[in-house]
T-cell receptor, first 114, second 112 residues
Framework: ETGVTQSPTHLIKTRGQQVTLRCSSQ?????VSWYQQALGQGPQFIFQ???????GRGNFPPRFSGLQFPNYSSELNVNALELDDSALYLC?????????????FGPGTRLTVL | AQSVTQLGSHVSVSEGALVLLRCNYS??????LFWYVQYPNQGLQLLLK??????LVKGINGFEAEFKKSETSFHLTKPSAHMSDAAEYFC??????????FGQGTRLTINP
């Protein structure tokens, strides 16, 4: 059974650029959630996708957008990057929507915005 | 509004000593409560969770936590610390379908 994988591992961008982060969910999981974890902080919920539809969103601006594909993998897109977007971005998959089930996290993508 | 407070951003204990990581929450309705652990350069891993039923919950690696409604707490304990327990620990509260909040984390250091 393959766990949650994320790519790339690290990424450096400049302010104003756009970035796409990718996540492959664990086999059998149809739900993917994205989180932003700033240095020294707990993760903050960005949004969740279930069967290719957004299924809830945290307090993030519209320049944070996502996609989920038929194989349940997912992308996080961030437009007009700001310095404060520098963080570890975590993807988590689960077998059903919502959060009462265990979420399985990937190792994250470290984004640095200069 | 719901919130989670983890008392102590850093906790240091000796190997073999009791581990106690504190988590207090505020919620207007009974929440679901979780503890996750994050090892360096890895994603989060579920230690244990409380949804309903028995208030003392046992998790992996010898950890357990007790839901105390009157104290709005969900503290994580382990009787005897091991070097491999060194990591960052996060308390998570879920209230309703899409309301979830992580605590700011507690870094646990184990002294030999």
């Amino acid at each position: 059974e393959t766990g949650v994988t994320q790519s790339p591992t690290h990424l450096i961008k400049t302010r104003g650029q756009q970035v796409t982060l990718r996540c492959s969910s664990q086999s059998g999981h149809n739900t993917v959630s994205w989180y932003q974890q700033a240095l020294g902080q707990g993760p903050q919920f960005i949004f969740q996708y279930y069967r290719e539809e957004e299924n809830g969103r945290g307090n993030f601006p519209p320049r944070f957008s996502g996609l989920q594909f038929p194989n349940y993998s997912s992308e996080l897109n961030v437009n007009a990057l700001e310095l404060d977007d520098s963080a570890l971005y975590l993807c988590a998959s689960s077998p059903a929507p919502g959060f009462s089930n265990e979420q399985f996290f990937g190792p994250g993508t470290r984004l640095t915005v200069l | 509004a719901q919130s989670v407070t983890q008392l102590g951003s850093h906790v240091s204990v000796s190997e073999g000593a009791l581990v106690l990581l504190r988590c207090n929450y505020s919620s207007s309705v009974p929440p679901y409560l979780f503890w996750y652990v994050q090892y360096p350069n890895q994603g989060l891993q579920l230690l244990l969770k409380y949804t309903t039923g028995a208030t003392l919950v046992k998790g992996i690696n010898g950890f357990e936590a007790e839901f105390k409604k009157s104290e709005t707490s969900f503290h994580l304990t382990k009787p005897s610390a091991h070097m491999s327990d060194a990591a960052e620990y996060f308390c998570l509260i879920i209230q309703g379908a899409q309301k979830l909040v992580f605590g700011q984390g507690t870094r646990l250091t184990i002294n030999p």
